[in-house]
């Protein structure tokens, strides 16, 4: 299959030149000029499987026509070795937990099979490959433990300082190896640009190979898709469901509407965000104004500028009629997410996350709306990640898993780094 360039449809690569690449050359993200749709038979064929199973189904789908189908399976079974369960939470609503993984957030899916996608692509190249990476939270964290350790590979996490949460930071900063953590004065819009310019920078891309690993990268984002089908293959069938995304820089929605697109029986799509509400802003209004980004406790979804949002205008011709036709706009503030969560422990005995709980929220009003519904939110990270804001507010004490348990003792090790992409070049010419 080929990959078209959301800045210029001319402009056409194949997987492995995708995947490596991250951005396309003219600044676009890449798209896949078909994307396939499952028969009937096969979508029956999913319930009663787990995620892994569904993955190499759908991994042949997106990728069989570039990858030997027992590498394929390979890469995809050593990549989902955990599953996405739906839990009910309320009548009709359920929460699909994504933080089953080995850094507890739904972003492990798609970067673990990158980093296998990544090392199958690159695996005869004898010099190194430099993942670059920025990250408002958990992004930092599945990315970095997802490519520790594998040859030829080194990867450069960013992050907004002062800008995730503690746990979240030691996911990252101390894995030391091929792993390097840079935390910039700035937020995560500035570690964004700053990957971009990186990518853009003829000097750097000649003395080193550059990718991302970001939801930029089609192999991260894509993989996302195997998720939704797993959640509606365990509901009934014949159930009517909507899901409830929490949105930051949009690759968990732009992956659930390829889903869509590949047959997936799916109402609609709540696109939810933060005080960041640049895209609910945009459906009300059919403007799309970029802007900085704010710091809430929400911090994944702190994001100002979305790089996948063109994606999504792409999928449906740049038209604001057609894009409202399959997302619905929410957002929250800070106070109210805390209310939120409040809420929902205190109704139903569920702990969300600041982020899950903006989806909580926006499917029970949606479903106030259209009761025939079966709502799904996402809860795209442990509640244990944000102990502090959910204990505040729950009065309780939320477990700490035992993997973030093991992370907590360990020395944070990071680069300080100014926003200016001078220091940034100097330090990646540094390592050449």
């Not at 590498?71 to 089953?100: C, G, M, R, W």
């Not at 970067?111 to 996608?117: E, G, H, I, S």
């Not at 990518?199 to 984002?221: G, H, P, Q, V």
């Not at 940034?424 to 050449?432: E, I, M, S, V």
């Amino acid at each position: 299959m080929h990959y078209y360039s959301t800045s210029n449809r001319e402009l056409r690569n194949g997987l492995k030149e995708a995947v490596i690449k991250g951005l396309a050359p003219d600044r676009g993200l890449y798209m896949p000029s078909s994307i396939p749709v499952l028969s009937r038979l096969t979508l029956k064929r999913m319930h009663g499987m787990n995620l892994s199973e569904i993955a190499v189904i759908l991994s042949q789908a997106l990728f069989g026509e570039d990858i030997p189908e027992t590498d394929l399976k390979k890469i995809t079974e050593e990549a989902i070795n955990f599953d996405t369960p739906l839990v009910q939470v309320d009548e009709s609503l359920y929460a699909l937990e994504l933080f089953h993984g080995p850094t507890l957030a739904f972003k492990d899916v798609g970067a673990r099979f990158l980093a296998r996608l990544l090392g199958y692509f690159t695996r005869e190249m004898e010099e190194d490959i430099h993942v670059l990476v920025a990250t408002s939270g958990d992004t930092g964290s599945a990315v970095a433990n997802g490519f520790l350790d594998v040859d030829g590979i080194r990867v450069h996490v960013l992050y907004p300082s002062g800008g995730v949460t503690a746990l979240q930071e030691k996911q990252f900063t101390t894995l030391g190896s091929n792993i390097t953590a840079l935390e910039v004065k700035g937020s995560f819009d500035d570690c964004q640009r700053l990957v971009k310019e990186a990518f853009m920078d003829e000097e750097l891309n000649s003395r080193m190979k550059l990718t991302s690993a970001n939801s930029i990268n089609l192999a991260r984002f894509l993989p996302q898709a195997f998720y939704y089908f797993r959640a509606w293959a365990q509901l009934e069938p014949g159930t009517r469901a909507f899901f409830s995304v929490p949105s930051g820089n949009y690759g968990n929605m732009t992956a659930g509407l390829v889903a869509r697109e590949m047959g997936l029986p799916v109402d609609t799509f709540l696109s939810v965000n933060n005080l960041n509400d640049v895209v609910a802003s945009y459906l009300r209004t059919g403007s799309f104004q970029a802007r900085p980004s704010t710091p809430t406790i929400a911090n994944a979804m702190d994001v100002g500028d979305p790089s996948n949002f063109v994606r999504i205008l792409d999928l449906f011709d740049h038209k604001h009629e057609r894009v409202i036709k399959h997302l619905e706009g929410f957002s929250y503030t800070d106070q109210e997410i805390r209310g939120i969560i409040a809420e929902a422990y205190r109704k139903t005995g569920y702990i969300c996350d600041p982020h899950g709980a903006t989806a909580y929220q926006a499917a029970r009003s949606y479903r106030e709306e259209h009761p025939g519904l079966t709502g799904i939110f996402l809860e795209t990270a442990h509640p244990a990640k944000f102990r502090e804001s959910v204990e505040e507010v729950i009065a309780k004490t939320v477990e700490l898993p035992e993997r973030l348990a093991a992370f907590s003792s360990r020395e944070k090790k990071s680069v300080a780094m100014g926003p200016e992409f001078k220091a940034f070049k100097t330090y990646l010419a540094d390592q050449a």
